[in-house]
Each structure stands twice: as structure tokens, then as C-alpha cells.
């Protein structure tokens, strides 16, 4: 059976939506989904793992890959860099994989420029959730939630920019959107006709 190139997908959201718990539970149920592990120079909070969660780097170190032009996309946040690797990704969809980038708007910006993508934004059902979620996680300092908060706002607003929306209200459920959402895609019809050229030609 032939191998089809794999689809690039986008996956945007508000700090605290629940974005990278929502594409854990899509990679671990889905085979052919494969998460891009980007570089960052922020320190690994306690439960990361370095290789897995990120590639954590110095600031001079990705200085010199982004020189280098290794990035598909770039971005600083809260005073910390982070990067895609453009490699990588191409690699992973040459291999038929699904690939997943979790970044934010801007960055979504920039890849479009460069590759053809599919792109989801999740949105929290309210700004209360919002804040709940992001003080029970208790990953960030005080000041760093109020940050967060500020920027919630501005970075909802890009939510047009995107082919697809999902309402992270139901956790199960809005797994099961973004299945849909991979599953849809995989059956486009110039997919399936490169998959099963000798059926198609054997019933012409």
C-alpha cells in the first residue's frame, strides 16, 4: 500500500485551555499522530522531561540554530525562546505521519507562510475556567498567571484564522473532535485514490 505524505496540523490555544493535555490523549490513541518536540530555552518545569516535553536549550545555543535557519517557526514568550524543527517535521510527514505543532498564533502565522497546514484553535468554556485551570496547575508563579490572563483576550481573538474551532468544556468530547477532525482529513479523496490506486483502477 502506498505511503501518502502526511498533513501538518496547527493546534493554537489560550494558556489554560488544555491544549497539550487535549494532543497527549490524541497521540497516545492515534498511531499515525506524531507531536513535534520544539526547542525552548525556559527551564523544564518538575514533571518535564528533557527530549520529550522539549528540547531545553540554552539562550546562545538557539541563537545559533535559529541563525542557522533550522526553524520553521520561531517566537518569544514571557521572556523565553521557542522553535520548531524544520527537519524534523519534514521528515515525519514524509514518513506518513500526522505531525502536531503546538504554538501559538504567531507562530501559525509563520508556518502558513512556508507549508500547507490545518489548523485548530481551543477555547476553554469561560474566562473563569480559564483561571481556575491555570491556578489548580500551579505551574506558574502568581505574576506569570496574571500575564497569562492578560494575553488571554489577545490571543482568543485570532480564533478566525483557523479552519477549525473546538470548546474544550467536555474533555472526552473534544478528543473526539479532534479525531474527527484527523480522521476527515485522512479521507479526503486524493488521499484515498493514491492509497487504493489498484482497487480504483480494478473496479474501472
Known amino acids: 500500500m502506498a505511503v501518502v505524505k502526511g498533513t501538518l496540523f496547527i493546534i493554537s490555544a489560550p494558556s489554560g485551555a488544555g491544549k497539550t493535555s487535549l494532543v497527549r490523549a490524541l497521540a497516545q490513541s492515534d498511531p499515525l499522530v506524531c507531536v513535534s518536540i520544539s526547542h525552548t530555552t525556559r527551564p523544564a518545569r518538575p514533571a518535564e522531561v528533557q ?3 522539549y528540547h531545553f536549550v540554552d539562550t546562545p ?4 540554530l535559529l541563525a542557522e535557519g533550522l526553524f520553521l517557526e520561531h517566537a518569544q514568550v514571557f521572556g523565553h525562546y521557542y522553535g520548531t524543527s524544520k527537519d524534523k517535521v519534514e521528515q515525519h510527514l514524509a514518513q506518513g505521519l500526522d505531525v502536531i505543532l503546538e504554538i501559538d498564533w504567531q507562530g501559525a502565522q509563520q508556518v ?3 507549508m500547507p497546514v490545518q489548523s485548530i484553535f481551543i477555547l476553554p468554556p469561560s474566562k473563569q475556567a480559564l483561571v481556575d485551570r491555570l491556578t489548580y496547575r500551579a505551574q506558574d508563579k502568581p505574576e506569570v498567571i496574571a500575564q497569562r490572563m492578560a494575553l488571554a483576550s489577545e490571543e482568543t ?3 478566525c484564522e483557523f479552519d477549525y474551532l473546538i470548546i474544550n468544556d467536555d474533555f472526552d468530547q473534544a478528543v473526539i473532535d479532534l479525531k474527527a477532525i484527523l480522521l476527515a482529513n485522512r479521507r479526503q479523496q486524493a488521499k484515498q485514490a493514491v492509497v487504493y490506486r489498484d482497487l480504483i483502477e480494478s473496479l474501472l
Not at 61 to 64: L, S, W
Open 51 to 53: 527530549g520529550k516535553n
Open 61 to 64: 545555543t538557539f541563537e545559533q
Open 112 to 114: 502558513r507562510k512556508l
Open 157 to 159: 481573538s485570532h480564533y
